[in-house]
């Protein structure tokens, strides 16, 4: 397994926007279905959205549906998670893995990556 690295968290005012993304050092996402997770002190970490390695079938949670948008690059060596209109209850720490993804379902399973450190996001109100 790689594990995997992410960035581009920070703090925010609610409204405000930022872009997480997610590589992992010399493994190619192409052929692999990858999600973003978050988790909030006290709380599960959750499935946020989640992508098909062929990018044809997209999962969002309810509470981000319209406000955040997963994609991935040409070359598929990085997964990203568009963040607008932030609330203070997106407020958690965000990891990307590998995924099982179906209409209307979204799991980590992770056969080839491994659980990076996370990226903070924190939304003040």
């Known amino acids: 397994q790689v594990q995997v690295e992410e960035s581009g968290g920070g703090s925010v005012q609610a409204g405000g926007s930022l872009r997480l993304s997610c590589t992992a050092p010399?493994?190619?996402?192409?052929?692999?279905?990858m999600g973003w997770f978050r988790q909030a002190p006290g709380k599960e970490r959750e499935a946020v959205s989640c992508?098909?390695?062929?990018?044809?079938?997209?999962y969002y949670t309810d509470s981000v549906k319209g406000r955040f948008t997963v994609s991935r690059d040409n070359a598929k060596v990085t997964v990203y998670l568009q963040m607008n209109s932030l609330k203070p209850e997106d407020t958690a720490r965000y990891f990307c893995g590998q995924v099982a993804i179906g209409h209307g379902y979204c799991y980590a399973s992770q056969v080839r990556t491994s659980w990076g450190p996370g990226t903070q996001v924190t939304v003040s109100s």
């Open positions: 010399g493994l190619s996402f192409a052929d692999y279905n």
């Open positions: 992508m098909s390695w062929t990018g044809e079938t997209t």
